[in-house]
């Protein structure tokens, strides 16, 4: 059901990793810790690409963090796509975090399955990506739900049915351990780190015919 553009395929590539944590470790300074981790190795490969291919990036050192809340009140009469793209031209490398319980206007800054992570302790790492002027999501991570946050998102959501899974039993009952994890998107960081305007000129996909139309009009070669 995924709709194409220059952003998403059907061929969807990523890594996906996950790692055991003490509850102890359940806080944002933890999360933030995890992010800042993430965020130095790409920090770290864009500064060797730039020294040997000549690429330029402008990313910073360090990661800016900010609610989905905050970025709200920062940017109260936007869309969440058009605070995103606004928050990273401005600081280049975000992490936006607490997604999605509704913010003050009512709606979430994006969508969340309910029994995957504690919205309160999740977030989005977005770099600004100049070849396409625009926000790129390089990965959606987080803290993985425990049994309060497990009952609470997925009443809200109201699919209680849910929690009848054995999945979402075993969390209830304690039987699986706490994790943090998340997706990094493998083309999208490709396509990033190589200035090129269609993950479809990183990967190997399938494409409509409008897609190829309309990349062909940009000079855009698809694999």
């Given at each position: 059901?995924?709709?194409?553009?220059?952003?998403?395929?059907?061929?969807v590539?990523?890594?996906?990793?996950?790692?055991?944590?003490?509850?102890?470790?359940?806080?944002?300074?933890?999360?933030?810790?995890?992010?800042?981790?993430i965020?130095?190795?790409?920090?770290?490969?864009?500064?060797?690409?730039?020294?040997?291919?000549?690429?330029?990036?402008?990313?910073?050192?360090?990661?800016?963090?900010?609610?989905?809340?905050?970025?709200?009140?920062?940017?109260?009469?936007?869309?969440?796509?058009?605070?995103?793209?606004?928050?990273?031209?401005?600081?280049?490398?975000?992490?936006?975090?607490?997604?999605g319980?509704?913010?003050?206007?009512?709606?979430?800054?994006?969508?969340?399955?309910?029994d995957?992570?504690?919205?309160?302790?999740?977030?989005?790492?977005?770099?600004?990506?100049?070849?396409?002027?625009?926000?790129?999501?390089?990965?959606?991570m987080?803290?993985?739900?425990?049994?309060?946050?497990?009952?609470?998102?997925?009443?809200?959501?109201?699919?209680?049915?849910l929690?009848?899974?054995?999945?979402?039993?075993?969390?209830?009952?304690?039987?699986?351990?706490?994790?943090?994890?998340?997706?990094i998107?493998?083309?999208?960081?490709?396509?990033?780190?190589?200035?090129?305007?269609?993950?479809?000129?990183?990967?190997?996909?399938?494409?409509?015919?409008?897609?190829?139309?309309?990349?062909?009009?940009?000079?855009?070669?698809?694999?």
């Amino acid at each position: 059901d995924e709709k194409l553009d220059n952003l998403h395929s059907i061929y969807v590539d990523q890594w996906d990793w996950e790692k055991i944590i003490g509850i102890e470790q359940r806080n944002r300074r933890f999360l933030f810790k995890t992010v800042s981790q993430i965020y130095s190795v790409i920090y770290k490969v864009s500064k060797l690409s730039e020294k040997r291919w000549g690429f330029t990036y402008n990313l910073p050192k360090n990661i800016y963090k900010i609610s989905s809340l905050e970025l709200e009140k920062r940017y109260p009469n936007k869309t969440p796509k058009e605070r995103e793209y606004l928050i990273t031209k401005q600081f280049r490398a975000v992490f936006i975090y607490g997604i999605g319980w509704p913010l003050k206007n009512g709606k979430p800054h994006d969508g969340r399955a309910p029994d995957y992570d504690d919205w309160k302790l999740n977030g989005d790492i977005i770099l600004f990506d100049d070849a396409i002027d625009g926000a790129i999501e390089l990965s959606s991570m987080g803290i993985r739900v425990n049994k309060d946050s497990l009952v609470k998102q997925i009443k809200y959501k109201g699919n209680d049915e849910l929690l009848n899974n054995p999945y979402a039993q075993s969390i209830l009952e304690e039987k699986l351990p706490q994790t943090i994890g998340g997706g990094i998107g493998q083309s999208r960081l490709c396509m990033y780190y190589l200035q090129k305007k269609h993950i479809g000129e990183v990967q190997s996909s399938y494409w409509t015919d409008e897609v190829i139309e309309s990349a062909n009009k940009e000079n855009i070669e698809l694999l």
